[in-house]
C-alpha cells in the first residue's frame, strides 16, 4: 500500500488542522491505521491510531481529547482532526498501515507498521 499524507500547515495556538492521508494499492480496510509524529531532535511518537472497521481507536495521553482520527474505507482514507492545538504539537506528521487480521486492536508500536507515508509539517506558533 502507498500513503500520501496532506493537510499540514501552519496555525496559532489553540487552532485546528485536518490531516488527510490517502491510501493506494492494496485493499485498504485489511489495515489498521496510524499516526506518528516527530519534532526536532525527537523520537518518532505514537500518536493516534484506529483499528480496521474504525470501530477502536486509541490516542497518546498528550492528545486526548483534542485529536480524533477517523476513516473512510469507502474512500481509502484515514484523518487526524486536531483541535486546540499547542506549540508543543510541532512536529513531522506520518501516517502508516499495520497489516492485522480482523477483531485486533490498535497497534501502537512503531514497529507494527510496515508502512508509511512521506510525512506533512504541523507548525504551531505561539
Known amino acids: 500500500v502507498q500513503l500520501q499524507a496532506s493537510g499540514g500547515g501552519l496555525v496559532q495556538a489553540g487552532g485546528s488542522l485536518r490531516l488527510s492521508c490517502a491510501a493506494s494499492g492494496r485493499t485498504f480496510s485489511i489495515y489498521a491505521m496510524g499516526w506518528f509524529r516527530q519534532a526536532p531532535g525527537k523520537e518518532r511518537e505514537f500518536v493516534a491510531g484506529?483499528?480496521?472497521?474504525?470501530?477502536?481507536?486509541h490516542y497518546a495521553d498528550s492528545v486526548k481529547g483534542r485529536f480524533t482520527t477517523s476513516r473512510d474505507n469507502a474512500k481509502n482514507t484515514v484523518y487526524l482532526q486536531m483541535n486546540s492545538l499547542k506549540p508543543e504539537d510541532t512536529a513531522v506528521y506520518y501516517c502508516?498501515?499495520?497489516?492485522?487480521?480482523?477483531?485486533?486492536?490498535?497497534?501502537?508500536?512503531?514497529?507494527?507498521?510496515?508502512?508509511w507515508g512521506q510525512g506533512t509539517q504541523v507548525t504551531v506558533s505561539s
Open positions: 484506529i483499528s480496521r472497521s474504525g470501530g477502536s481507536t
Open positions: 502508516a498501515a499495520a497489516l492485522v487480521s480482523l477483531g485486533v486492536g490498535v497497534p501502537r508500536i512503531r514497529s507494527q507498521y510496515a508502512y
